[in-house]
């Protein structure tokens, strides 16, 4: 049994525990019974999705949206995971793993070293290095990551 979520771009994600794989093109019903294998699901309404719902394990929380329109109208479209906590200073409860690497299990400026010069297509990292207050911070551990059906224009 691994205790990782492990993105497969254009498919989906493997989620942990044996929870069974979390596919684009599912239903919202076949969606959230996968992920309500792990923990609580809870509905929530995202613009621009036909529906969304969420959920939390550990320090990540996960947010699963449905297409509005197009060939996965109504199916699951998009997939977000995101670092719970105003700030990561340290690697979460549960890895997020793409190619072998650990997205939030060390700093952004490490994982995007690991993952090297290559775009994954359809997968965005956000690596937090925002501004606040007029003051640049560290760069620190990546706050999200986004995994989406649509790939340079087309589902892969």
């Known amino acids: 049994m691994h205790e990782q979520f492990e993105l497969l771009p254009g ?3 493997v989620m942990p525990r044996d929870a069974g794989v979390l596919r684009f093109g599912m239903s919202e019903r076949e969606a959230q019974w996968v992920v309500a294998a792990l923990c609580d699901v809870r509905e929530t309404w995202v613009c621009g999705a036909r529906w969304a719902f969420g959920a939390v394990l550990h320090d990540i929380g ?5 297409a509005i329109e197009g060939p996965l109208r109504g199916r ?3 997939i977000l995971f995101e670092r719970l906590g ?4 340290r690697p979460s409860g549960v890895p997020v793993v793409l190619d072998g690497v ?3 299990g060390y700093p952004g400026e490490e ?3 690991a993952l090297g010069a290559s775009v994954v297509p359809g997968v965005r990292l956000d690596r937090g290095t925002g501004r606040r207050d007029g003051v640049r911070r560290a760069p620190g551990y990546l706050r999200g990551v ?3 059906a649509w790939a340079s224009g087309g589902l892969r």
């Open 11 to 13: 498919e989906g994600v």
């Open 62 to 66: 996960l947010l699963v949206c449905g």
């Open 76 to 78: 699951a479209e998009s």
């Open 86 to 89: 105003v700030r990561p200073e």
């Open 102 to 104: 650990d997205l939030f």
């Open 111 to 113: 994982v995007a070293e």
């Open 146 to 148: 986004s995994l989406s």
